[in-house]
């Protein structure tokens, strides 16, 4: 029995457009084989808003994101605001602003070694290889929250926490560690800080819901270090927002590849689902941006649609692409197709299987899909 879904789409900047044109093509895909009805509702943010109307996230976009079972985001950021210091609008505000209005409290990401990229990791591929981990960081709460301010001759910036806000999203996390592996590490600094000791103490005291999962602590300096030493040790890290911003993207080099990474932004009534790479303005319009991280994206808003069956096959999908080096030039230097290319394959591989298209039509950069 099919569902029917009401999917936001917010293309924004760059190459934001382009890579979300093949994320809704795959989604439909889906829609196709499964009998799904997804609807889409589009909406401007970023760069391409503020020259519309003058506001990063008008009220309309962030209407659509409210009416919507989940949203794609594209990218957002253009060289007109990034290179103006003087700028009292910027791109970047909308997404702020996004997360805000929409109580998007945790950020989730994954990190995976696919085989066929290891070469491209600056990490050794006996360290990375089979690394597959996620990092859940809570993203309304801490010291870029905090009161701040200057005095006569200095600055402060207040971390604050509450138990809610610690427990909400560690909740989330012991729940995706019980679909995993089975293992949560929270990272924390409390040896030092009084926040982490809360942290520490309400996760510890959470965990007793979770038996099936085994809780560890590591502090943040010696998981930054651990997560170059052996990334495979990780299945699930909890923290906090400001270590999770710099733990977060220290992991995102495992891979290789930035585009390859997906995220989503989660609150308890809506979820964005975004790549976390850049808008690359230089790229637009161009046919060579890598669009697998925002399909990835795709099939993270599959799973916390419940489709989860859905979200395996587009993942398969993905990993046929990178095998039969159905990719974009940022992968390959040989024989490298186009974002449209990449997204025709996955759609197609989806609906008709390992069976679609010849090996002659694979080498070409073809696929049966018009």
């Given at each position: ?182 293992k949560l590490m929270l990272v924390d600094k409390a040896n030092v ?178």
């Amino acid at each position: 029995m099919g569902v029917k879904k009401n999917i936001g789409v917010l293309p924004g900047d760059g190459i934001g457009p382009e890579v979300t044109r093949e994320a809704v093509k795959v989604l439909n895909a889906i829609a196709e084989k499964h009998g799904h009805t997804f609807e889409y509702n589009y909406g401007d943010v970023g760069a391409i808003a503020i020259d519309k109307t003058g506001n990063p996230l008008p009220d309309e976009t962030l209407a659509v994101c409210e009416a919507s079972d989940a949203f794609l985001f594209g990218a957002i950021g253009h060289p007109k605001y990034d290179n103006d210091p003087s700028a009292k609008v910027r791109p970047e505000q909308g997404l702020l602003k996004l997360r805000k209005s929409l109580g998007l409290f945790a950020n989730v990401r994954p990190v995976t070694a696919y085989d066929s990229l290891l070469h491209m990791s600056p990490l050794k591929t006996e360290r990375v290889r089979g690394a597959d981990f996620v990092v859940y960081r809570e993203l309304t709460g801490g010291i870029y929250f905090g009161e701040k301010g200057r005095t006569e001759d200095g600055a402060y910036d207040n971390c604050t926490y509450s138990n809610y806000e610690i427990d909400r999203i560690a909740h989330l996390a012991f729940q995706a560690a019980q679909n995993r592996n089975k293992k949560l590490m929270l990272v924390d600094k409390a040896n030092v800080l009084e926040t982490s000791r809360l942290w520490r103490e309400r996760v510890t005291a959470i965990a007793k819901e979770y038996p099936d999962v085994a809780l560890e602590a590591m502090f943040v300096d010696n998981a930054a270090m651990q997560m170059i030493q052996n990334p495979k040790q990780f299945d699930v890290i909890l923290t906090e927002n400001m270590f999770g911003d710099i733990i977060s993207d220290e992991a995102s080099v495992i891979g290789g590849s930035l585009g390859l990474l997906p995220s989503a932004s989660v609150g308890e009534k809506s979820a964005m689902f975004e790549p976390i790479h850049g808008s690359y303005p230089q790229g637009a319009g161009k046919n060579i941006a890598n669009p697998l991280a925002t399909i990835l994206s795709a099939a993270m808003m599959l799973d916390h649609l419940g489709l989860i069956d859905e979200a395996i096959e587009v993942r398969q999908a993905v990993n046929a692409s990178l095998r039969n080096g159905m990719v974009t030039e940022d992968l390959t230097k040989e024989n490298p197709v186009g974002t449209d290319r990449v997204g025709d394959f996955i759609a197609n591989h989806i609906l008709e299987g390992e069976d679609s298209g010849s090996s002659m039509n694979i080498k070409m950069g073809l696929s049966t899909i018009i």
